[in-house]
């Protein structure tokens, strides 16, 4: 299905319109991987709706990114349950592993690194969540497994494919 | 001997499967409710079980039903409440990823009661395993007549969407909730007029949390007295306990409401780190004010906690051990709150960036006198000034953390420096 065909069905199952932005934000997403104005602006003209409805959305929830992010967002839930069972020394060593601070995307445009607000998974503190995914009762081990386990997914990018590949944004 | 029943699934292989929800005799009280019971007699089945709002508020479920009017122009609406937020809560993920067909028989049959053919569930958008496994159940049950037109062969209509939320904690304040379905920026209404009077759409709308749902079905099957029969008679029945922070075995406990705090903490979660003590514990969720040891013995049901000063709220039970600064805790859950203040209302968008400035300055050893008075006048001026329960849940979890430990709060600003680092 397009992305065009997937809003539309989305948006069957409200009696307005509008009520289908919010699917349709994380459709969109999906596809682009984030959500520039071009993006939100196909959005609104699929619905038929205001363009300014949709950019405040976009701009209010959390989970919509109007910057690019990297191929593997790591989000690491910093709040009191994982906190207590030390989710800072996690993050001091992620920026140290991946030589970015807290906010950050590598060069390479694979990890970006945030802290989040909590995952409602606080039975496995400390977690992250990376794209769809959990990951709990992290310690450094585990991350720097996790870490590795990630840059296997890609094709070996050789020092010829580095010099090309594009940082987010660039 | 009290026997779980909200999470006799969630163990079982597959059991997010509809094969597996029926062998376990899922969908029976659906067909009961249909064949024997008339709306009226839910509502009524309800009100007499005494069943109380998991969500937080505590508020009676059966009530709640009964304000919605039995003759409207409009479609009536049933909205589950999924957008499980508050720092230390995560029963509804368990019971959505592992056990999602318990929810949608209790949406069924309470749909039924207040008369709704439509319902949505608010998922929030991080739960991606707990919507895949709602949207296959809901597939799974139209396929075999339990959702969908004229069920089990009855008059009732009722179909369930799934709505994915996007990361905003206000969401799971229930007329924020409302907007963000209508596809607004969340930020909660003036009430009254209260959602089952003028809700999703200004048409009739029934909010109600995921484990309130699933209770639904078990008090259809096993009546109104048993449920009545667990726990203290004014807010009884089985109770999902979520337990984390610095305790052994931290996790999803399902106990009888009303059974002591303590002996949640140090039987059912194993009790401290090796080597260390209790020193505190929040009872339901950051929003809920913090527990000092002493105080452990305290029942947790509603009214019991009331009655300490503090909330079960969603039973998000956080421990903290004594190797934890408390200035520390407090500053976080401020942070979040801040974080999350929608910015409709002033006291709450502009105290809480306040109160955490004041609160990383005495942390960092940079207090300096007069910041304990500082604190105390901007929990008054956010208390009971803003439109929805957000800024209280903050000035109310500040307060007690600044009547509890205000010694710690002292020591940092009198020694200049935090006395656990």
Known sequence: ?170 | MFEPVLLKNVNVPEGHLLSSYEAGGGYRALGKALRENTPDEIIELIKRSNLRGRGGAGFPTGMKWSFVPKRADKPKYLCCNADEGEPGTFKDRIIMERDPHQLIEGMAISAYAIGAEVAYVYVRGEYVLAIRRLEQAIEEAKAKGYLGARILGSDFNFVVHVHCGAGAYICGEETAMLDSLEGKRAQPRLKPPFPAVAGLYASPTVINNVETLVCVPHIVARGADWFRGIGPEKSPGPKLYCVSGQVRKPGLYELPMGIPLRELVEDHAGGPLPERKIKAVIPGGVSAPVIPEQGLDVGMDFDSLAAAGTMLGSAGVIVVDDTTCMVKVATRIIEFFHHESCGKCTPCREGLNWVVKVLRRIEAGEGEAGDMEQLDMLCKGIFGNTFCALGDGAAMGLRAALAHFREEFVAHIEERRCPFH
């Open chain 1, 1 to 170: 299905m397009t992305m065009r065909e997937k809003i539309e069905q989305a948006a069957g199952r409200y009696p307005d319109q509008r009520s289908a932005i919010m699917p349709a934000l994380l459709i969109a997403q999906r596809e682009h991987g984030h959500l520039p104005g071009a993006v939100l602006e196909e959005v609104a003209e699929i619905l038929g709706v205001e363009r300014i409805w949709v950019y405040e959305l976009a701009t209010f929830y959390t989970l919509f990114h109007t910057e690019p992010v990297g191929k593997f967002h790591l989000q690491l839930c910093d709040n009191v349950s994982c906190m207590l069972r030390r989710s800072e020394d996690l993050l001091t060593h992620l920026e140290e592993v991946l030589g970015i601070k807290k906010g950050g995307t590598t060069p390479d445009g694979l990890f970006t690194l945030s802290t989040v607000e909590c995952l409602g998974a606080c039975e496995m503190a400390p977690v992250m969540q990376v794209g769809d995914d959990y990951h709990g009762t992290l310690d450094i081990e585990r991350i720097d497994a996790l870490i590795a386990r990630l840059r296997a997914t890609v094709p070996d990018t050789t020092g010829a494919d580095l010099a090309a590949a594009e940082p987010p944004g660039g």
